[in-house]
């Protein structure tokens, strides 16, 4: 392991390839994941996936309460679409968006003999799942992990291809602090579940909370929040219902695919009828029929993520329950960050997991794909507003650089305690 200097190591650890991704200003996803504003409840998710009319149902991520803004919840619920077309009799579906929920919706209808057309906006397939060359090494840039792997559909359908999959322990981060050793993170983000008043929006709960504690404790809380809450939910604590405390993360046996996603995002699109290039703008449902684009059917199935489902025309408007759910409902703001290096220069993890705790917040979660992929490699991740302190008039290789100063730094603190 090198010594570290950082002003001189900033040149030394140079990437020699990187990736830096712009969910929040892609027009086909404006934003990472769907998470609860103040006042939101998994009941909002439900509402908007809804059957409306015997003839709409919107779907995707944000619509399933058990495993909202993950790839096999998503999947989960482009099946629940498509068994709400088939009880209602349609003959011809559109479904709009080539994502994991519109891919399990057609493939699911395609099972059961039914007409089926997917309308895509871009010209690839898969939405937040993407996979990239970088250098030798295949990389995700969205999804990386099969999570709640026990009752993951993927995960299965990944086993049964054969795919090399890799665990990571999230409960065992290396972690460090740029103030100082770090301690007791864990039983502090436990002791804010259990001890925060729920009665009050998320910001003024925390706050009380954190005016209680000592201060070793308030500091290890603002880190779990950072590390748990904030990382996960994607948005600062005064846009979060205080429910995003409860809505499940990683940490169920989480592994990640070092071929990368794509491998089984391809796999189950074969044989569908999927249009690339097609951005639908505005859904006609009224009458008997669908109308979408060119295309005319019984019945739409709409996965479009939540950021771009509220730009969309309705004809008629969504009812009301919808309104509400959407209105209850907002993307989170994640983007990550793949660095790969000639050599390893960082400590290792034993478990590939890194946490960096900053003040205020910056790049909080780290991936060492290095053992997985075979060469020096790491993906950072970074949430909320870090994600503007970080990425505002800096372009993609300040972006870059300024990540590696956060491992860099991180690395510091970790020989600083060994
Ligand atoms: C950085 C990042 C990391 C993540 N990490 C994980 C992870 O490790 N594990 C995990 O389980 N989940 C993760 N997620 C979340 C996961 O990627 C999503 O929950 C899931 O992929 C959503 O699937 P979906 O089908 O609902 O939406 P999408 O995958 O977004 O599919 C929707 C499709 O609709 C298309 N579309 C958009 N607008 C239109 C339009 N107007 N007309 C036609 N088509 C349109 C899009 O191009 C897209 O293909 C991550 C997300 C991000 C951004």
């Known amino acids: 392991m090198n010594n570290l200097h950082p002003e001189k190591d900033s040149l030394v650890h140079r990437p020699i390839a990187w990736h830096v991704t712009h969910w929040s200003q892609d027009i086909y996803c404006q934003g990472a ?168 929006p998320l910001a003024e709960g925390v706050e009380r909370y954190l005016a209680a504690l000592e201060p070793a404790e308030a500091r290890a809380t603002r880190y779990a929040i950072d590390g748990n809450l904030i990382i996960e939910a994607c948005l600062p604590l005064v846009e979060l219902s205080v429910e995003s405390l409860d809505e499940d993360g990683v940490g169920n046996n989480d592994h990640f695919l070092p071929g990368g996603y794509s491998q089984v995002v391809d796999h189950l699109a074969t044989g569908l009828d999927i249009r690339l290039g097609q951005p639908a703008t505005r859904i006609d449902w009224q009458g008997g029929e669908v109308r979408v684009n060119d295309e005319r059917g019984d019945f739409c199935i709409c996965t479009v993520p939540l950021g771009v489902l509220k730009t969309l025309q309705f004809v008629p408007e969504l009812p009301q329950p919808q309104q509400d759910a959407m209105a209850h409902l907002g993307m989170g703001t994640l983007e990550k960050v793949v660095l790969q290096f000639e050599e390893r220069w960082w400590p290792r993890s034993p478990t590939g997991y890194l946490r960096w705790y900053d003040t205020p917040a910056s790049w909080v979660e780290w991936l060492d794909l290095t053992d997985a992929v075979g060469k020096p490699t790491v993906a950072g991740l970074i949430a909320a507003d870090a994600v503007e302190r970080q990425f505002s008039g800096r372009n993609d290789e300040e972006i870059a650089l300024a990540a590696r100063d956060a491992l860099q730094a991180w690395a510091c603190a970790v020989e600083a305690t060994l």
Not at 71 to 76: E, I, R
Request: contains cysteine; proline residues 4%; positive net charge.
């Open 33 to 200: 994941y769907s998470t609860l504003l103040p006042g939101g409840t998994p009941a909002h998710r439900a509402a908007l996936g809804e059957c409306l009319g015997g003839r709409l149902v919107i779907a995707g991520e944000a619509c399933n309460p058990k495993a909202p803004a993950m790839v096999h919840g998503a999947w989960d619920d482009g099946i629940r679409a498509a068994n709400l077309a088939v009880r209602a009799g349609a003959r011809r579906v559109i479904v709009i968006g080539a994502g994991c929920a519109g891919l399990g919706a057609s493939r699911h209808l395609r099972a059961q003999g039914i007409d089926c057309v997917v309308l895509e906006a871009r010209e690839r397939i898969g939405g937040r799942t993407h996979s990239l060359q970088l250098g030798p090494v295949t990389v995700d840039v969205g999804a990386a992990w099969l999570q709640q792997f026990a009752d993951n559909a993927l995960a299965r359908e990944a086993e049964r291809l054969g795919l090399r999959l890799v665990g990571t322990d999230f409960s065992q981060p290396l972690a460090a602090a740029s103030d100082g050793p770090v301690d007791g993170v864990d039983a502090a983000w436990e002791a804010l579940r259990r001890g925060i008043d729920r009665r009050l």
